[in-house]
């Protein structure tokens, strides 16, 4: 078909060609207080970009604008599911990360020394993330939402010295608390010299003396202090960030000043095509990569107005997502297909209550983008009048790395897929052995090759990094993703889940990915999970877990049509053990689902580390409702 022809082919081939001219041009396009000396040094497994480069993140982000006459430009602008919202210029936002800067020193808090920021996505939070990068100190932000062993575990990984919170995070018009789960987390987290609390809501919070200041309190102490910026090496650390949680332990990815600002800078342009004048809202949380890469330093870099919200997207009503398009006239949307699916649940009509017309382009990301759901989207809510993008990344590559390139040229859109292997992305699909499979086939996918948002190390397990992802595939120097996929004939790269959750049949491979999809085919569902579990005939079937639309409700009859509609797509080989109606999904606070606790109610198990489930009552609603079905279980023939 052509698809990779003209600009899209070139740009690839550029970054194939000369690796190191391509990624030293891209580095170009940003200030450096002192240019580096070599591109790329690498020594399997690790690796440096820009050795010898100083530079600093948040600078860049702020101060930089600033300095080149763009302060009155509106940065970022916050808003919450309780109508509060507030507005910074760029001028305003330096003057107060400059104030945080400041009363991070007046703690004592300096260059190389870690904190943990465990705030919702409000301007606060913000602020202090590009204050504390601004002056060299490394953050850990942990989702607002994480218990106190998750939250524990993070602050004593990071050596944290000291605890940013507020007292309470909103969801769903709920005060959730939370400076108990900070006492309770850093009782065992001696490191921790300092607690500092934003108060918003209306309940007393027991502060500790000697320890706990609040907020107020802590920018008093920026008088008199330093408010100077840092100049850092380009392999300095600017953050650590946990894995989102599909794995029981978290691994904390380090990600720098240098490649890392390179990388999130250049995919901003290529892939999301964001300007200056763009007014861009990413969805997500500031707990996430996705938060930190483009709510909060990548927008920022490339001088537009990034949007934070706080709170569920379907609260107070099903017209909030589109509200806040047509309120701030947003120009392009970062969400996920959890979101997507979220929002199909409401139907069309929302969408149609309000003007869409300011928006460009939507992209997603976080877990494939069902065709089904991508159709719903693309065609019914936005009318068919705009692109809706899906790409692919992980916590620890820091932005894209297959995607559709909307700011180079867009491809056909091939519902389903992820898109191509951007510029600078050396991908291949192997099999257990290493060898790459055929066009088509399935295999893991890896990268050939370091680009500069990958982590080239994680926190204090430097043996881990090696053997998590550089050492997995027999013979190869290549980095592991985990994931299952396959490359069709146009380069177009199809993921059916991670490679620890294909589901084997009768010595057929069906990625969960392609399942859950065939599910999503039937109008009532809105969600579908699915896992396998053991059978003495086939090897392995299928465990489903279907959420339904409204206005839809389970009955035997539906059973039967949802076997019908995964047999279609699928054919004999997609044996379903059992269907489930549920209420919901477990999910990790990112939107992935997580299979692992499916499997463990299907076959009876504890599902270890649930930390980071979006709700973790589902996980008993999943128990229940398996335990009210075992007696009607369908099975596939």
């Known amino acids: 078909m052509g698809a990779l022809e003209g600009k899209v082919a070139a740009w690839k081939r550029e970054a194939t060609e000369d690796p190191e001219g391509f990624w030293g041009r891209a580095a170009e396009a940003l200030p450096w207080f002192r240019k580096w000396e070599r591109v790329l040094e690498w020594e399997p497994p690790t690796f440096r970009w820009y050795r010898g480069g100083l530079s600093n993140l948040a600078y860049n982000c702020v101060d930089h604008h600033v300095k080149t006459g763009a302060g009155s430009r509106t940065a970022l602008i916050t808003e919450n599911e309780r109508g509060e919202r507030s507005a910074y210029t760029y001028a305003q936002l330096h003057e107060e990360t400059r104030r945080v800067g400041a009363a991070l020193r007046g703690l004592g808090i300096k260059k190389g020394d870690r904190i943990a920021i465990y705030m919702p996505t409000c301007a606060e939070a913000i602020v202090l993330m590009l204050g504390a990068v601004r002056i060299g100190v490394v953050i850990i932000v942990v989702f607002a939402g994480f218990g106190a062993g998750a939250l524990g575990e993070r602050i004593r990984l990071a050596g944290a010295r000291a605890v940013f919170a507020t007292d309470v995070t909103y969801r769903k018009g709920k005060d959730v608390p939370l400076k108990q789960i900070v006492d309770d987390a850093v009782a065992g987290s001696p490191m921790v010299e300092h607690v500092v609390v934003l108060k918003r809501g209306s309940a007393a919070v027991a502060m500790t003396a000697g320890r706990d200041i609040t ?57 999301f095509g964001l300007r200056p004048a763009d007014v861009w809202w990413s969805t997500s949380d500031i707990g996430w990569v996705v938060g930190h890469s483009y709510i909060v330093f990548a927008p920022l870099l490339i001088g537009c107005t990034t949007i934070a919200y706080e709170g569920a997207l379907d609260h107070p009503d099903a017209e909030t997502f589109y509200r806040i398009v047509e309120r701030h006239q947003v120009t392009g949307v970062f969400t996920s297909p959890t979101a997507v699916r979220l929002l199909m649940r409401y139907g069309s009509a929302p969408a149609k209550q309000h003007d869409l017309s300011s928006l460009e382009r939507v992209f997603c990301a976080g877990e494939v983008l069902n065709a089904p759901a991508w159709e719903w989207f693309q065609k019914e809510a936005l009318g068919d009048r705009i692109p809706v993008i899906d790409h692919y990344w992980q916590t620890e590559t820091g932005g894209p790395v297959v995607g559709n390139p909307y700011g180079v040229a867009l491809l056909p859109i091939k519902p389903g897929s992820g898109g191509v292997p951007l ?59 985990g994931d299952a996929s396959s490359i069709d004939a146009d380069g177009y790269v199809w993921f059916s889940g991670r490679a620890d959750e294909i589901i084997k049949i009768a010595d057929h491979r069906i990625g969960t990915i392609e399942v859950e999809t065939a599910f999503l085919r039937n109008p009532a569902v809105a969600e579908a999970g699915v896992t396998g579990r053991p059978d003495e005939l086939r090897g392995m079937v299928i465990s489903a877990f279907v959420v339904l639309k409204s206005g839809h409700a389970p009955s035997d009859a539906l059973k039967k049509e949802l076997l019908a509609t995964v047999r279609s797509e699928l054919g004999p080989v997609a044996v379903i053990g059992e269907l489930n109606f549920v209420d919901m999904l477990p999910k990790t606070r990112s939107g992935k689902i997580m299979r692992r606790v499916l499997k463990a109610v299907i076959l009876g198990k504890d599902p270890g580390d649930i930390s980071t489930i979006e709700d973790e009552g589902s996980v008993e609603e999943a128990r229940e409702a398996w335990e009210q079905m075992r007696a009607s279980v369908t099975t596939g023939s």
């Open 215 to 271: 907020w107020d309190e802590f920018l008093r102490g920026a008088a008199g202090q330093d408010d100077s910026h840092v100049q850092m090496e380009a392999n300095e650390p600017a953050y650590i960030l946990a894995t989102s949680g599909t794995t029981a332990k978290p691994k904390l990815a380090v990600h720098t000043h240098g490649g890392y600002q390179v990388y999130v800078h250049s995919m901003a342009k290529w892939m």
């Open 423 to 481: 510029a600078g992305i050396e991908a291949a699909v192997v099999d257990s052995d290493g060898n790459e499979v055929k066009p088509g086939e399935k295999g893991i996918f890896v990268i050939k090759r370091p680009f500069p948002g990958l982590t080239a190390r994680l926190w204090a397990e430097t043996e881990r990094y090696a053997k998590d992802y550089w050492e997995k595939v027999p013979g190869k120097t290549v980095y592991f993703t």
